[in-house]
């Protein structure tokens, strides 16, 4: 019988994750970060100002969230949202 529980991801996996954070939450998702309500922008183009949506009213199950902790065990420490 198969477990419900889903797989841990491989040291590579995690590697690729830890590679492509978020740069406004921290998190890793598949699509523009679901954290984000506003993002504005100076004129060179740099990201000048983030606005996040409040607590709950985003679709928290989007982002995975890793684990910053040293765990022994690599694949350790991610967690869905």
């Known amino acids: 019988m198969a477990s419900s529980e889903p797989r841990k991801p491989t040291?590579?996996?995690l590697k690729i994750l830890r590679d492509n954070r978020c740069d406004h939450c921290g998190g890793v998702h598949a699509?523009?970060?679901?954290?984000?309500?506003?993002?504005?922008f100076h004129p060179n183009g740099a990201v000048a100002e983030v606005e996040f949506w409040r607590a709950g009213s985003w679709p928290e199950d989007q982002v995975v969230w890793l684990d910053e902790e040293d765990n022994d065990d690599e694949t350790e420490g991610v967690t869905g949202g």
């Open 11 to 13: 040291p590579e996996e």
């Open 31 to 40: 699509r523009a970060c679901p954290r984000v309500k506003r993002l504005a």
